[in-house]
């Protein structure tokens, strides 16, 4: 898989190369199963058409931008986001640089300059994708606004227990400490890459913590894996591990959260934790 880089400078020399295409449109933070729909949905198409598969996403997210928000909880960092996409049959992943000057883009523009420019001769999104100044674009209007050069797909609602997946969902799931249900919406476990050395796990950037509290995780590398318990702090990005961990696993780690533990007390008053009870059934 090609990963570019697209940004006013560079547009006109990547139009100049483009091939016809079948693109998914989306920001696609976390890939959870809504996104992966997309993906699919415009895999297929491209299959058909026997042309290429291509993924577009913007970076930083437009909430940063549009919202102002200064500290956004993102899912994964880019790299991650590329290894899955490639997993998952990508052939070009465009990112785009969202600045305000790509916010204020005009419906018609985005279309002509980042779609028909590039070559895309079909759109895939979820209903709820919007493009150009202040979102005025949507799946509705996105054939019209091309005139008519590019096809549509709208992939539909993806739900767990009746509510929409998405991404907002799984980071307020995070920030509520409710990891448990994590797998129904992303489709397996969430994970995080760290540095670990003796006690102390150092998550990457652009990864969302869960809620400070005590959790069931599993550590693992290339070749090895530990159940066993973290800490996450109050006011510190660096977790705890309840027990050592071991030199044949230390350095690069992902961590796999199972299950968040509830503090206790005996009758004596001290202290002890057990697994959670807010579990989900699928």
């Known amino acids: 898989m090609e990963t570019i880089y697209l940004n006013k400078r560079n547009l006109a020399a990547y139009q100049d190369m ?11 933070d976390g890939l959870h199963r809504g996104h992966v729909k997309v993906i699919q949905s415009a895999l297929q198409v491209a299959k058909e058409r026997k042309v290429s598969l291509s993924v577009m996403s913007f970076f930083p997210h437009p909430k940063t ?43 018609q ?16 999104a979820g209903y709820d994708f919007s493009y150009g100044s202040r979102g005025a674009g949507n799946m509705e209007t996105l054939k019209q606004d091309s005139g008519d050069m590019i096809d549509v797909t709208t992939v539909e609602k993806v739900e767990y227990k009746g509510e929409k997946i998405s991404s907002t969902r ?3 799931q995070l920030l509520d400490g409710k990891v448990e249900e994590l797998p129904y919406l992303i489709g397996h476990s969430y994970e995080i890459k760290c540095e670990c050395a003796g006690f102390v796990l150092t998550p990457y950037s652009n990864y969302t913590l869960p809620a400070p509290g005590r959790y069931e995780v599993t550590l693992k590398n290339k070749w090895n894996s530990l159940q066993t318990e973290v800490v996450v702090n ?10 050592q961990v071991p030199l044949w696993l230390e350095g690069n780690l992902t961590i796999v959260w199972n299950r968040q533990m509830r503090t206790e007390r005996d009758q004596t008053g001290e202290v002890f934790y057990e697994y959670s009870t807010n579990e989900s059934s699928a």
């Open 170 to 172: 799984i980071r307020q």
């Open 109 to 124: 523009a985005f279309i002509k300059e980042y779609l028909i420019k590039l070559g895309v001769t079909h759109a895939v």
């Open 18 to 28: 483009a091939s016809s295409n079948v693109l998914a449109l989306g920001c696609f």
């Open 65 to 107: 931008v549009i919202g102002g928000k200064e500290c956004f909880h993102y899912l994964m960092p880019q790299s991650e986001k590329e290894k899955r996409l490639c997993e998952l049959g990508v052939d070009t992943f465009y990112l785009v640089e969202f600045d305000r000057d790509f916010a204020g883009l005009s419906p």
């Open 234 to 243: 109050e006011k510190s990005v660096m977790l705890t591990s309840k027990n």
